[in-house]
């Protein structure tokens, strides 16, 4: 369904390591020809969950998952990006402040042509 119309908006967030919808730096792609996949989950990923309260412990946290693509996302007219909390501030500050590269996923998100990132002041203190 995806595939087969335009894409009005895509609201999005960051993950501590810097991934956007589990396309973590380990298998992040920015040419993908795929729309969505399964991906095997990093660490860091996995333990962002139990961070956020969406798991208890890391062994309930499954070790992939599906997700949509870096190319599918970009795809959006409209991308909005909320980043709350102090465990973002380094992803942050590497998406704003790194070069464009899958090593931060969220740096791509500085070529979309109409994309807005909402920070609170925890989010942004590195900046």
Same mark, same amino acid.
């Given at each position: 369904?995806?595939?087969?119309?335009?894409?009005?908006?895509?609201?999005?967030?960051?993950?501590?390591?810097?991934?956007?919808?589990?396309?973590?730096?380990?298998?992040?792609?920015?040419?993908?020809?795929?729309?969505?996949?399964?991906?095997?989950?990093?660490?860091? /990923?996995?333990?962002?969950?139990?961070?956020?309260?969406?798991?208890? !412990? *890391?062994?309930?946290?499954? #070790?992939? $998952?599906?997700? %949509?693509?870096?190319?599918?996302?970009?795809?959006?007219?409209?991308?909005?990006?909320?980043?709350?909390?102090?465990?973002?501030?380094?992803?942050?500050?590497?998406?704003?402040?790194?070069?464009?590269?899958?090593? /931060?996923?969220?740096?791509?998100?500085?070529?979309?042509?109409?994309? !807005? *990132?909402?920070?609170?002041? #925890?989010? $942004?203190?590195? %900046?």
């Amino acid at each position: 369904m995806i595939d087969s119309g335009e894409i009005d908006l895509v609201a999005m967030g960051v993950g501590e390591n810097g991934h956007i919808a589990f396309n973590d730096p380990p298998v992040a792609n920015f040419n993908d020809p795929e729309t969505m996949k399964v991906v095997e989950l990093d660490h860091s /990923c996995r333990q962002q969950q139990v961070n956020d309260g969406c798991f208890q !412990t *890391l062994e309930e946290v499954p #070790e992939r $998952a599906y997700t %949509l693509t870096i190319p599918a996302l970009m795809r959006g007219k409209r991308l909005f990006c909320m980043v709350p909390g102090p465990t973002k501030a380094r992803a942050i500050y590497h998406m704003l402040k790194d070069p464009i590269g899958t090593f /931060c996923p969220a740096t791509i998100l500085r070529q979309h042509p109409d994309a !807005t *990132l909402y920070l609170d002041q #925890e989010s $942004a203190s590195l %900046l």
